[in-house]
């Protein structure tokens, strides 16, 4: 039985992944910023939802951009258990304006979200993993971070770090058994798109090649497949996950 820790998960795309590898009975732990609400509404919700394995889920509130606080969310689930065996990198905001428009504290914001989440709880992540000699990283990014986004300009170089950071973790962890891949995901039926209005959302629908957004269902499905031994020769990889747009 594997221990999953999956930041930003109180929601969305966060969600959908903690439910996919609740139905393959792993041990998920859920993670949001601030928002004790809806972390609890979360939680509550996936143990109705799978009765049977209630006691395999539970939920840590913290702001992993703030390393003490990564820290001992990360102590927190080795003495309760073990370590954790698949890390998905899932926390992140979007902001969107003219990169002119914005302050340095919103610039450092969408950097912190996005980017220091990742690299902190790697960091706390990989000694367990290195010691097992075994386990599975899972950053989500965005297809931004591969094309580029304008009015979206912090987040895509954020984004673009991340898969900086999949590619490079993955060659220094391969050694040690682990695996670090990356999901680029396009445009969800998430919170951050509902800002955009139906003439926006149709607008860029038509952009989409199979004519729709994604699910969140969709990226748990491949989240549990790169955290699969059927991916045990994938490492180092960004796979998009857009609906055929880039």
């Not at 930003?8 to 969600?15: D, P, T, Y």
């Not at 680029?184 to 998430?190: D, L, P, R, V």
Request: glycine letters at 10%.
């Amino acid at each position: 039985m594997r221990v999953v820790f999956i930041s930003g998960s109180s929601r969305g795309i966060g969600l959908g992944i903690a439910r996919a590898f609740i139905m393959e009975n792993d041990v998920v732990v859920l993670n949001g910023r601030e928002d004790v609400a809806q972390l609890k509404w979360a939680v509550k919700t996936l143990r109705e939802e799978f009765p049977q394995k209630a006691e395999r889920i539970t939920g840590m509130l913290g702001d992993l951009s703030d390393y003490k606080t990564c820290e001992k969310i990360f102590m927190q689930i080795e003495e309760e258990f073990g370590g954790v065996d698949v890390l998905v990198n899932n926390a992140g905001v979007a902001h969107f304006g003219l990169f002119t428009d914005m302050n340095p504290f919103e610039m450092q914001n969408i950097l912190n979200a996005n980017l220091s989440t990742a690299l902190y709880a790697s960091h706390q992540a990989v000694p367990f993993m290195v010691r097992k000699k075994a386990g599975c990283i899972i950053n989500i990014t965005s297809i931004w971070g591969i094309v580029g986004a304008s009015c979206e300009v912090v987040y895509a170089v954020a984004k673009a770090g991340v898969i900086g950071l999949t590619k490079s973790l993955a060659k220094e962890l391969a050694p040690s058994g682990i695996r670090v891949n990356a999901i680029a995901c396009g445009a969800f039926e998430t919170r951050m798109n509902a800002r955009l209005s139906d003439e926006e959302k149709n607008a860029f629908t038509e952009e989409i090649p199979l004519g729709r957004f994604g699910l969140s269902h969709e990226a748990g499905d491949l989240a549990v497949f790169l955290a699969s031994q059927k991916a045990g020769y994938l490492t180092g990889q960004v796979i998009p996950l857009d609906g055929g747009v880039v």
